[in-house]
């Protein structure tokens, strides 16, 4: 090689064990080379639009799965926090059906804990708040009135031979005529807390200065 030149020699023939002919050739390497440059770019390129690609394909992968399950992970957290949340569904494939599914049970997971909720402090038969719910009311109000707010009465009221009804009459029309009387103590005490504390018995709480 020589000036950027590629030299090849060849010997003809010897004469008596000595070269005394030789061929040489001698071309450009640049020249030589120059057919490959085609080549060489289209390797390039090639390279280079494969990279785009795979970089193309990381971000359709970071938005359609990654960050998805990432915020299915969050609101994962957030459900055994006990806090109701949803997650918005992005996409109609794997992931997005994932994500309806993880939606429908965190709503009916708060939808049980709303009923139990409910039926932990409401009667079963006539809806109105038990006596839990009348212990933690009259607890507030107690407080209030200790400290100078206003004024509270607490009514007992029971039903006369309400046994002689279920005897007579059957379980099924005394839970019904417990119904109405909680409806109309509820009508007749308008804004105050009425209350069944089980049985006959119920608990109204009258607030105000009258």
């Given at each position: 090689?020589?000036?950027?030149?590629?030299?090849?020699v060849?010997?003809?023939?010897?004469s008596?064990?000595?070269?005394?002919?030789?061929?040489?050739?001698?071309?450009?390497?640049?020249?030589?080379?120059?057919?490959?440059?085609?080549?060489?770019?289209t390797?390039?390129?090639?390279?280079?639009?494969?990279?785009?690609?795979?970089?193309?394909?990381?971000?359709?992968?970071?938005?359609?799965?990654?960050?998805?399950?990432?915020?299915?992970?969050?609101?994962?957290?957030?459900?055994?926090?006990?806090?109701?949340?949803?997650?918005?569904?992005?996409?109609?494939d794997?992931?997005?059906?994932l994500?309806?599914?993880?939606?429908?049970?965190?709503?009916?997971?708060?939808?049980?804990?709303?009923?139990?909720?409910h039926?932990?402090y409401?009667?079963?038969?006539t809806?109105?708040?038990?006596?839990?719910?009348?212990?933690?009311?009259?607890?507030?109000?107690?407080?209030?009135?200790?400290?100078?707010?206003?004024?509270?009465?607490?009514?007992?009221?029971?039903?006369?031979?309400?046994?002689?009804?279920?005897?007579?009459?059957?379980?099924?029309?005394?839970?019904?005529?417990?119904?109405?009387?909680?409806?109309?103590?509820?009508?007749?005490?308008?804004?105050?807390?009425?209350?069944?504390?089980?049985?006959?018995?119920?608990?109204?709480?009258?607030?105000g200065?009258?």
């Amino acid at each position: 090689r020589l000036g950027g030149n590629m030299v090849l020699v060849r010997p003809l023939g010897t004469s008596h064990g000595v070269v005394s002919t030789a061929l040489m050739f001698e071309f450009s390497l640049a020249e030589a080379l120059a057919e490959y440059d085609f080549l060489k770019y289209t390797v390039l390129l090639t390279g280079f639009l494969g990279l785009l690609m795979v970089a193309l394909a990381s971000l359709r992968v970071a938005k359609h799965i990654v960050r998805p399950i990432s915020a299915l992970e969050q609101a994962a957290r957030a459900l055994e926090r006990g806090q109701t949340t949803t997650v918005q569904v992005v996409s109609d494939d794997e992931i997005g059906t994932l994500t309806k599914s993880f939606n429908a049970m965190a709503t009916g997971i708060a939808q049980r804990e709303q009923r139990i909720r409910h039926m932990a402090y409401h009667d079963a038969l006539t809806d109105l708040p038990n006596r839990v719910q009348l212990g933690e009311t009259l607890n507030a109000m107690l407080a209030e009135v200790t400290a100078g707010k206003g004024s509270l009465a607490v009514l007992f009221l029971d039903l006369d031979n309400f046994k002689i009804i279920n005897d007579t009459l059957g379980l099924q029309v005394g839970g019904t005529m417990l119904k109405i009387v909680g409806e109309r103590l509820v009508e007749a005490a308008g804004e105050h807390f009425v209350a069944r504390t089980g049985g006959d018995e119920f608990c109204v709480l009258l607030t105000g200065d009258e």
